[in-house]
Nanobody, 126 residues
Framework: VQLQASGGGLVQAGGSLRLSCAAS????????MAWFRRAPGKDREFVAS????????RYADSVKGRFTVSRDNARSAVYLQMDSLKPEDTAVYYC????????????????????WGQGTLVTVSS
């Protein structure tokens, strides 16, 4: 699948943003979808992921309770709702896809994510 992320921007601390990732290609609903981010001067890190059926999710501890990942298989899209944003959430956010067939898993090892979007910048001001 090919991925296109959008929705980034500048927001004040405490605000919200919703990122979208549109997928094209075959078998979207056989992929675990995930969001990663890379902050300035830091390594890429996992943010959240969702099973192919949308019935199971995983979150990094740093975003748990503030971010919500969801997907719409009919639209071949995945979303990341980000609330109560903090300056430390500033990063380029990437969506990624890992083919899992019919495995009902909520996440995959990072090296399984073979398809990546181009990234969208989120800047949170204090």
């Amino acid at each position: 699948v090919q991925l296109q992320a959008s929705g980034g921007g500048l927001v004040q601390a405490g605000g919200s943003l919703r990122l979208s990732c549109a997928a094209s290609g075959r078998n979207f609903n056989h992929h675990v979808m995930a969001w990663f981010r890379r902050a300035p001067g830091k390594d890429r890190e996992f943010v959240a992921s969702i099973s192919y059926a949308g019935d199971s999710t995983r979150y990094a501890d740093s975003v748990k309770g503030r971010f919500t990942v969801s997907r719409d298989n009919a639209r071949s899209a995945v979303y990341l709702q980000m609330d109560s944003l903090k300056p430390e959430d500033t990063a380029v956010y990437y969506c990624a896809a890992a083919f899992v067939g019919s495995q009902r898993v909520a996440c995959a090892p990072e090296n399984r994510y073979s398809n990546w979007g181009q990234g969208t910048l989120v800047t949170v001001s204090s």
